[in-house]
C-alpha cells in the first residue's frame, strides 16, 4: 500500500454524508417555519373570532388578517383579553376563565373553567390562551413567545390620587403610591373611559420604611391628550405577562381649554349659565403674564402650573384690572421628573364669576398676555415692545400700532397697590387717611390728637405674585393677620409700604401720622389758624413743600348758605357733553351748546377747600400776583405747549409775559385764562378776531362776553366789547377803558389790556386766587357773591391743575409759593369725595 493516497469509496462517501446532513437541516427549518406560522383561518377559527366580538362588543378584521398571516388566532384572542376594555370589566380570573371557555367552545364547561383558573393562579392569561389554542390546532398558536411564568401577586396602595386638587384635572398629573408585587417588568397606563392613555411609571425612593418587596413609584400622565368633559379614570397595572392590578379612581373633570399666545390682547365671555372658563397659556421661554381689564362684572382669575398646582388666585373686590403671574418653568426638570417627553413651559388659566354675580349674566373681559399692557384708540392693547422713544401695541384683531412714550400711559398693572387703610387698633375704626387712597398717591396724612396704636394694611394689584412690606420709621411692626401694628408716639411718625412686583419694580407709598403738637413752627403759626379738618392735608403739603406758607381766610359765612347761593341762576354751570352726571336733568340751557346748572353736591364738592389740599390742586388757592423769581417765559411756553398759541407765526409767550409785568398779574394765569376761555384748540373766533362784523378785535378772556340767547350770543357780546367797551350802543370808549387798551385790536392790545382789566377788577380787590375769582367769598366792600368771573363750576380746579404741570415742567414747584385758603363757619364733617 502506498502512504499518501486516500481510496476512491472513502471520498464518496464523505460527500454523501454532507449532502444528506444538509437536507436533513432544510427539511427541519421548513418544519420550524410552518409550525410557528399562521395558517388560512378554518371555520371553527371564525367562530371563535365571532365569539370574541361578540363578547367585547367590537367589530374588527381579525378573521381576514389572520388568513394572511398578519398575525395567529390566539395573537387576536390575547389581544382581546388583555385589552384595557375587557380587563377594566373583568379582573376576577374565574370570570376570564367562563369567557375564554365561551369563546374558545361556544359553551360553558365548568370543568374546564377551573382548570383555567388554577393555570392562571400560576401562570398568565396569555399562557392559558395559548395552551388551550395550541392543543386544538398547532396554527392557532402564539407567533411570539408566550410568558408563562411570573403571574401577578401582591397590592398596590395609592398614597396620592391625580384628582386630588379639586377633582379637576388639567397639566401633567402625577400619582404616587406603593406596590409589591411577584414578576418582573412591571408597567402601569391610565384609562379614561376604557380608553388606554400612556402614562410614565418609575420608581421613587423617598427613604421611608416599607414593607418587603414593596417599592415607591410614581405614575405620571399628560391629560392634553385625552378630549375635555367627565371621565371615569383608571391605573392599569400590568407586567410582563398580563394584568396585575386595576385601580379604579372615579369620575373627574377635564376642561375644555382655550389657547392663549404671548403679546396678545384677547375678548373673553363668561357666557349667562357658565362658571368659569379655562385656558392653556404656552408661554414658551418667558414668565406668564396676563392680564384683565375692560370686565363688565367682578371676575376672579387663577393661574396653575404646568403639574395643574394653582400658583395663585386673585379676586380684588370690584377691581378695574386682575392680573396672574408665573415664573417660566424648568422644563428640563419636568422631563427627568415625570419621563414625559415635549413638555412645554405651558401655564393654565381660569376665570370665574367673583362672588355675588349670577349666572344669569353675561361677564366680558379682555386679557393681555403681556407684562404691560394701555388703553389706546379707545381699546386695550398689549405691549409688544417698548423703549425711551416708542412703544409697539397689539389690538383684539391683531393690528400692531406704534405710539411715541409721552402719548402712552401704561396701565397700572406692576408694582400697584389695589387699597391701603388704617385703622385705630383700639377701637377697630377706619381712620380717613389723606388722601383718599388712590394707586398712584404715593403719599399720605393724618392728623391724631393723640397717639394711638394702629394697624396698616396694604393689598397688591398683583396680590401672591408680589411681596408687601410695611414698616415704621425702618422698623417691623405685629403682623395682627389683617395687617400690621405699630405704636404711634407724639410728634410725626413715618410708616412706609414697600411694594416689590413679579418684574422686580419697587415701590414705596408713605404715611405721615401726626399725633398731637409736635412743638414746630408749622404748627403753632399754620395749623393754629385753621380747623382741625384742614391739618392732615395741610401736614402733607408741608411735609412735601416745607417752603410753601399758608394763609387762613375766614369767610365768616355759613357753608350751606354759600351753597344755597351758587345753586341759583347760572351761577354754577357745567356742559352736559362733557359732565353728564353733574348737571340738573331739568336745568335749562345758559349758554350754547349745553352749558346748565350743576347738582348741589357737586357745588359743595368744588366748593369745600378741604377736598383740594394736595400739591396737584392747591394752586387754585396760589396769590396771583407777578413774581419775577418763578413766573418764567419758558414755564408759559410749558402751559401753552400743543395749544393754538403754540405757533412760529406769533410768540404768544412773550407777549403774555409782557402782559404780566405790566399788569402785576400772574403770567400763569393769564396763559391758563386765555386757554380756559378760548378753548385749548382756539376754538372761539374772539382768538383769531374774525366775528363777523367786527373783524381784527380779539378778546381772549372772554370780557364782557355774558351769557345770552340771542344770534350770535356770548361771542357777539364779547367782540362787541373788544371794539367799544362796556357801552356798544354809545360806541364810545371811556377813559377808565382806554386804560385797558381798547379797542383791542391787535392780539397785544388784548392780551395785555385783559391782564389790567383782570388786575384792577379782581386780583387789586382781593379776588388774589384763581378760588376766589369763581366764588366771590372776599369782604372787599362789595356785595359776595356778585362779581364771578365764570359760571363754570370747575374753572379754578382744571386752571389750577394748569399752573401745577407748568411749574412740574419748568422745575418750579420748589419755589416759596403762598396760598390763601378759605374757611367757612359750620363746614360738613365729611369731605373728600368727588361726585
Not at 379614561?192 to 423617598?206: N, Q, R, W
Amino acid at each position: 500500500m502506498m502512504k499518501g493516497k486516500r481510496r476512491p469509496e472513502y471520498l464518496v462517501f464523505a460527500i454523501g454524508f454532507v449532502l444528506l446532513s444538509i437536507l436533513c437541516t432544510v427539511f427541519l427549518l421548513i418544519k420550524l417555519f410552518v409550525a410557528g406560522t399562521p395558517g388560512s383561518l378554518d371555520d371553527r377559527g371564525k367562530a371563535m373570532v365571532a365569539r370574541a366580538e361578540q363578547l367585547t362588543g367590537t367589530a374588527s378584521c381579525a378573521a381576514s388578517r389572520i388568513d394572511g398571516g398578519m398575525y395567529s388566532l390566539s395573537d387576536y384572542l390575547v389581544s382581546v383579553f388583555e385589552s384595557p376594555k375587557y380587563q377594566l370589566s373583568c379582573e376576577d380570573n374565574s370570570q376570564f376563565a367562563r369567557d375564554l371557555v365561551s369563546v374558545i367552545y361556544g359553551e360553558s364547561d365548568t370543568s374546564r373553567e377551573l382548570d383555567i383558573s388554577a393555570m392562571c393562579s400560576a401562570s398568565t392569561r396569555q399562557y392559558a390562551v395559548n395552551s388551550l389554542l395550541k392543543d386544538i390546532d398547532r396554527s392557532y398558536r402564539t407567533t411570539g413567545n408566550v410568558n408563562g411564568s411570573g403571574g401577578f401577586s401582591g397590592e398596590v396602595m395609592l398614597s396620592e390620587e391625580f384628582s386630588h386638587d379639586g377633582r379637576v384635572l388639567m397639566g401633567i398629573k402625577t400619582t404616587t403610591g406603593v406596590i409589591r408585587y411577584e414578576g418582573r417588568d412591571i408597567r402601569a397606563d391610565v384609562l379614561v373611559d376604557g380608553a388606554l392613555c400612556h402614562g410614565c411609571f418609575i420608581y421613587k425612593e423617598s427613604g421611608q420604611e416599607l414593607p418587603d418587596g414593596a417599592k415607591e413609584f410614581e405614575l405620571s400622565w399628560d391629560t392634553s391628550e385625552s378630549s375635555s368633559g367627565n371621565h371615569d379614570i383608571s391605573i392599569l397595572f400590568r407586567n410582563a405577562g398580563g394584568v396585575s392590578s386595576i385601580l379604579r379612581c372615579g369620575k373627574t373633570d377635564i376642561p375644555e381649554f382655550d389657547l392663549l399666545d404671548n403679546d396678545r390682547a384677547v375678548p373673553g365671555t363668561l357666557p349667562s349659565g357658565t362658571e368659569s372658563m379655562w385656558y392653556r397659556f404656552n408661554c414658551e421661554d418667558r414668565d406668564a403674564y396676563v392680564n384683565f381689564a375692560g370686565m363688565s362684572r367682578d371676575i376672579k382669575v387663577s393661574l396653575y402650573d404646568l403639574y395643574g398646582n394653582n400658583i395663585g388666585t386673585n379676586d380684588l373686590k370690584d377691581s378695574e384690572y386682575e392680573v396672574l403671574r408665573g415664573k417660566a418653568q424648568d422644563i428640563a426638570a419636568a422631563v427627568e421628573e415625570t419621563g414625559i417627553e415635549g413638555i412645554s413651559n405651558c401655564f393654565y388659566v381660569r376665570v370665574e364669576r367673583a362672588s355675588g354675580v349670577p349666572l344669569t349674566d353675561d361677564v366680558n373681559y379682555t386679557m393681555l398676555t403681556s407684562c404691560d399692557a394701555v388703553r389706546y384708540n379707545g381699546t386695550y392693547m398689549a405691549v409688544v415692545q417698548k423703549d425711551d422713544q416708542t412703544v409697539r401695541m397689539i389690538d383684539e384683531n391683531n393690528d400692531l400700532f406704534e405710539a411715541g412714550t409721552s402719548d402712552i400711559t401704561l396701565l397700572p398693572l406692576n408694582a400697584t397697590l389695589y387699597d391701603m387703610s388704617v385703622k385705630d387698633s383700639s377701637s377697630g375704626e377706619k381712620m380717613k387717611i389723606w388722601p383718599g387712597f388712590d394707586s398712584a398717591t404715593m403719599e399720605y396724612a393724618y392728623y391724631l390728637r393723640e397717639a394711638v396704636p394702629v394697624t396698616v394694611s396694604a393689598v397688591s394689584l398683583e396680590g401672591y405674585a408680589s411681596e408687601v412690606t410695611i414698616t415704621k420709621d425702618g422698623r417691623s411692626g405685629t403682623d395682627t393677620g389683617d395687617g400690621t401694628l405699630f405704636e404711634l408716639s407724639e410728634g410725626i411718625n413715618t410708616v412706609n409700604v414697600h411694594l416689590k412686583s413679579f418684574s422686580g419694580e419697587e415701590k414705596e407709598y408713605s404715611l405721615y401720622f401726626l399725633c398731637g403738637d409736635d412743638g414746630s413752627s408749622f404748627a403753632r403759626n399754620t395749623l393754629a389758624n385753621f380747623p382741625e379738618s384742614y391739618y392732615s392735608g395741610l401736614i402733607l403739603l408741608h411735609i412735601q413743600h416745607p417752603e410753601y406758607a399758608f394763609t387762613a381766610y375766614n369767610v365768616g359765612v355759613s357753608f350751606e348758605d354759600v351753597v344755597e347761593v351758587q345753586d341759583s341762576g347760572g351761577r354754577s354751570l357745567a356742559t352736559f357733553t362733557y359732565n353728564p352726571s353733574y348737571v340738573k336733568p331739568d336745568s335749562r340751557i345758559y349758554d350754547a351748546p349745553d352749558w346748565m346748572a350743576v347738582k348741589p353736591e357737586v357745588i359743595r364738592y368744588y366748593l369745600d377747600p378741604r377736598n383740594f389740599l394736595t400739591v396737584e390742586r392747591v394752586f387754585m388757592f396760589e396769590r396771583q400776583s407777578f413774581n419775577p423769581l418763578y413766573h418764567t417765559k419758558d414755564g408759559i411756553r410749558s402751559m401753552i405747549s400743543g395749544s393754538f398759541m403754540d405757533t412760529d407765526e406769533y410768540d404768544y409767550a412773550e407777549a403774555i409775559y409782557n402782559a404780566a409785568e405790566t399788569s402785576g398779574v400772574s403770567p400763569y394765569l393769564l396763559a391758563s385764562r386765555i386757554l380756559q376761555e378760548m378753548g385749548f384748540n382756539g376754538a372761539s373766533n374772539l382768538a383769531h378776531g374774525t366775528v363777523s362784523g367786527y373783524e381784527g378785535y380779539y378778546n381772549y378772556y372772554n370780557i364782557g362776553a355774558y351769557a345770552s340767547t340771542a344770534a350770535g350770543g356770548p361771542v357777539l357780546n364779547g367782540a362787541k366789547y373788544a371794539r367799544w367797551g362796556n357801552d356798544p350802543e354809545a360806541q364810545e370808549i371811556t377813559e377808565r377803558e382806554a386804560g385797558y387798551l381798547l379797542p383791542w385790536d391787535s392780539i397785544d392790545k388784548a392780551i395785555t389790556g385783559g391782564a389790567l382789566w383782570i388786575a384792577n377788577g379782581y386780583i387789586n380787590n382781593g379776588q388774589d386766587t384763581l378760588y376766589f375769582q369763581k366764588f366771590d367769598v372776599v369782604d372787599n366792600g362789595t356785595a359776595l357773591y356778585d362779581h364771578q368771573y365764570a359760571g363754570y363750576i370747575m374753572m379754578a380746579y382744571s386752571e389750577g391743575y394748569r399752573y401745577y404741570k407748568s411749574y412740574l415742567n419748568t422745575n418750579q414747584l420748589g419755589n416759596s409759593f403762598e396760598f390763601v385758603i378759605p374757611v367757612y363757619n359750620n363746614m360738613p364733617q365729611e369731605f373728600g369725595v368727588k361726585p
